[in-house]
Structures are given as C-alpha cells and as structure tokens.
C-alpha cells in the first residue's frame, strides 16, 4: 500500500471551531489560542471569518482578531470570505490568503449564504478574480459533499462539478468538507478518483467532521487515495450553525495521533497542539471531544500523580 509520506494539516480550530461556540470568547482569548497554534509547527491556520457578522456573531471581531495574531514566519493565516464585501474586510485586516465557500447541497447553500449554488459560483468568481490579481492565495470549499442537513441528495457528480467550477474561475486548492459527518470510507473511495481525475490530487484537501464516529476512518480512507491534505481541528472543536445537528471536525490531535503512528511525517507537535485545545478548553462551556487529546492528557495526570 502507498500512503503518502507526508501530509499538510490544515488547522479550523479557530474558524470552523469557534464559530459554533454558545460561549463567548473573548477576542484575546482567540488570539492567544492562535498565537499558540502557531508555534506548533502547523503550517496552514484558518484565523477568522469575514462573513456577515449577523449570520456569525461568534466571528463578528474577524478584522481585530486577524491585525493582533502574530504571524509566525512560514505559517499562512487564510480567513473565510463569503462576497466582495468580505473581501475587502479581509484585505483591509492584512490577509494575504482567502477561502471562498459553496456547497454540493442546494438547500444548505441557500440556508448558509443565502444563495443558489449558481449564484455563489458567480459571487465567488468575481472575488476570485480579485483575490488573483492581488496575489492572494484562494482555497475553494465545497461543503456538504457526502450529505445534507436538510434531505436533499448529494451526488459524486455534483461534488465534481462544483469543485471543477471552483479550480477552473482559479482556486488555488480545494477543501471537500463532509459538514456534517455522515460520511463513510466506501463514499470517500468512490468520491476521491472521480475528482481526481479532473483535479490535481495535490490541490484537494479532506474536511470530515466526526459526527458519527467515522471521520478518521475516512481520513484513512482518503490517504488509501492519495490524499495528504486534511482539515482538522484543535480538540475537535467546530460545527456549522446553518448544519443542524453538525458536531465538530476531526480532533487535530487525533489525525496527528493515527498519522504519526503510521510513520507518517507532519512536521505538526502534537505536545504544542494539546497546549492550545487545553488553553482554549479554559473559555468553553463544555469538555473537547477529541480521543487523542483526552488520552494523552489523562495519561500525563496519571504520570505527574505517580512521580
Ligand atoms: N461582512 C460584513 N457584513 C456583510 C458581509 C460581509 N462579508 N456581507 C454582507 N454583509 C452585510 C451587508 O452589508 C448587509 O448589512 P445591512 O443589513 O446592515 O445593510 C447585510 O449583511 C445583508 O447583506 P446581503 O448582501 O443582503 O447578504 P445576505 O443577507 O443575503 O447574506 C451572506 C449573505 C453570505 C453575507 C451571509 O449569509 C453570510 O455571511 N453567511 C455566512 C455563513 C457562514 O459563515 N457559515 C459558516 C461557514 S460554513
Ligand atoms: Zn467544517
């Protein structure tokens, strides 16, 4: 079997994770927790969100967040950017790199953006267009990619199709998120070639939330395919408010924990990571649910209470 080497991790904590906090967290809570983040040798860190601040309160101090972090040199900062207006927020706060985000699902496109998928392929070109001749680094999401929250059927095909409309108006990468964790192996399996075939293997990431329990074996399912890009999150913090029922991404913790076993290299610091979710864990009303970091932790307790 050839899995990759090596493998990116792209770090939603901050973005994916807390934008489905109830609690508040405070602005400088977030930049400490990404100012850690950063020093964990994770290379990519979506900071913010420059959505409408009435759809995201949870985000609504994206510019103040994104001035204060400090950029480690190496680390890319991409925030999320749903329109022209979102654009220009985040270039104003400094970004040098943006996601722009559709979905495979028509009624979760239209819930989450207010928009037909055709519609969001049209906003999204213009700011592509933009963010080009800036040379600001685009990544395109398409979420809802293995189902919806709402009961509309998700093709492999449309999958493809959206994504094939993301790398051709000049995406530099993609993301195919399962939002809202119903994904199983044998759908990565059958998913992954037929956007392979269309689209760099190199340019695509995979964003699984752990909903029902399958995320990681869909990480791996994925690997099998030659993906070595994934999404993940502090502690297995995030979730979609417009995703009834969508618990967060895969646990950072835990695809480092599986990929690390498997020899295979990320350059990530597992110790830092659990330095940062156990920080953030600090401003949250409730525990993480990553397995790794909660093993790793218990098992530090136990070794302080012995020595
Ligand atoms: N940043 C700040 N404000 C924004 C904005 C942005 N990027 N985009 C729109 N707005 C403001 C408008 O100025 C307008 O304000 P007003 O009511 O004070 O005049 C208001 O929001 C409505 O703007 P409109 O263009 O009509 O947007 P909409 O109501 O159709 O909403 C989106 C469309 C895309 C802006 C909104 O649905 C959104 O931000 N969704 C993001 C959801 C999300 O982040 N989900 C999680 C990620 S998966
Ligand atoms: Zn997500």
Redesign the pocket.
């Known amino acids: 079997m050839h899995l990759p080497k090596r493998v990116t991790i792209f770090e939603m904590g901050a973005?994916?994770g807390l934008?489905n906090e109830a609690a508040h967290v405070p602005t400088d809570v977030k930049v400490a927790f990404i100012d850690r983040l950063s020093a964990t040798g994770l290379r990519w860190i979506e900071a913010t969100?420059?959505?409408?601040?009435?759809?995201?309160p949870q985000?609504a101090d994206a510019s103040e967040v994104f001035a204060r972090i400090r950029k480690a040199p190496g680390v890319r900062y991409p925030v999320?950017?749903?329109?022209l207006?979102?654009?220009a927020?985040a270039r104003a706060a400094g970004a040098d790199a943006i996601a722009v985000?559709t979905?495979a699902s028509e009624t979760f496109t239209q819930r989450?953006?207010?928009?037909s998928i055709a519609q969001s392929l049209d906003?999204f070109r213009e700011v592509v267009a933009q963010a080009k001749a800036d040379g600001v680094w685009v990544r395109g999401?398409v979420?809802t990619a293995f189902g919806s929250p709402f009961g509309d059927v998700v093709t492999a095909q449309s999958v493809v199709d959206v994504s094939v409309a993301l790398m051709a108006m000049g995406c530099d990468a993609l993301s195919i998120?399962d939002?809202i964790g119903v994904g199983v192996p044998s759908q990565v399996a059958e998913l992954v070639p037929q956007l392979a075939a269309q689209i760099p293997l190199e340019r695509i990431a995979m964003h699984f939330h752990d909903t029902r329990g399958t995320a990681l074996a869909n990480v791996y399912a994925a690997l099998q395919c030659g993906i070595a890009a994934f999404d993940a999150s502090a502690g297995g913090l995030g979730g979609?408010?417009?995703?009834p029922g969508a618990t967060g991404n895969v646990g950072t913790e835990d695809v480092l924990y599986l990929l690390h076993g498997m020899g295979i290299e990320t350059g990530v610091d597992l110790a830092a990571v659990r330095a940062a979710s156990r920080f953030i864990a600090g401003a949250l009303d409730h525990a993480l649910t990553s397995k790794a970091f909660a093993a790793l932790e218990a098992a530090d307790a136990r070794a302080t209470a012995a020595s």
Not at 49 to 56: D, E, L, R
Not at 80 to 83: G, H, T
Not at 112 to 115: D, E, F, L, P, S
Request: charged share 15%.
């Open positions: 973005r994916d934008q969100s420059f959505v409408s601040p009435k759809a995201i985000l999320l950017v749903p329109n207006k979102g654009y927020r985000f979905a989450n953006i207010n928009m906003v999401y979420s998120g939002t979609c408010p417009y995703a």
